[in-house]
T-cell receptor, first 111, second 113 residues
């Protein structure tokens, strides 16, 4: 089965760098997603990692280590608008590819 | 622009009533999903569909049903609403399994009194 763990809440300062970790326990694995969700809004896709390593998209980067069951989302040059929940989701083995979501990390960016 | 819409966005109902939440997407996606989101639980899968006339149960399907009569719509029905079903409900769709990315609707906040 899957047991996805991520911190409940984090705070950071505008302009800083923050790393949000996600660990998972699964008997198999097809990929890991990160979504961003602002309060009262729909989740929006940030990244999808299938292979080990770091993928960079502008200020956001996502890292995956399949052997360690570990991922992180790195946010650089934080802006106030980055205050949101960040959802880690794992795509299970088999053909469904339906992601199972963690509980999310609420990031608060303060001036 | 193609989109995915949910209605109603907010609803208050009473215990025992039947409630239907609508989900409509214009991307012509085959896969559609319903999740509920509660504090402390994150997004949990209720039902999903891979195409017309196909429906499948998710992790928390008890008390819910869906039907898929066309590609665009996947309505979610609560046959007899319970207070435990007070939640925010998100519909999502995607083009094919391998691409993975889900596109979410704006959510429907349901309160059962």
């Amino acid at each position: 089965g899957q047991n996805i763990d991520q911190p409940t809440e984090m705070t950071a300062t505008e302009g800083a760098i923050v790393q949000i970790n996600c660990t998972y326990q699964t008997s198999g694995f097809n990929g890991l997603f990160w979504y961003q969700q602002h309060a009262g809004e729909a989740p929006t896709f940030l990244s999808y990692n299938v292979l080990d390593g770091l993928e960079e998209k502008g200020r956001f980067s996502s890292f995956l280590s399949r052997s360690k069951g570990y991922s992180y989302l790195l946010l650089k040059e934080l802006q106030m608008k980055d205050s949101a929940s960040y959802l880690c989701a794992v795509s299970p083995p088999g053909g469904s590819y339906i992601p199972t979501f963690g509980r999310g990390t609420s990031l608060i960016v303060h001036p | 622009d193609a989109e995915i819409t949910q209605s109603p966005r907010h609803k208050i109902t009473e215990t025992g009533r039947q409630v239907t939440l609508a989900c409509h997407q214009t991307w012509n996606h085959n896969n559609m999903f319903w999740y509920r989101q509660d504090l402390g639980h994150g997004l949990r899968l209720i039902h999903y569909s891979y195409g017309v006339q196909d429906t499948n149960k998710g992790e928390v399907s008890d008390g819910y049903s869906v039907s898929r009569s066309n590609t665009e719509d996947l309505p979610l029905t609560l046959e007899s609403a319970a207070s435990s079903q007070t939640s925010v409900y998100f519909c999502a769709s995607r083009d094919s399994p391998n691409t993975g990315e889900l596109f979410f609707g704006e959510g429907s906040r349901l309160t059962v009194l």
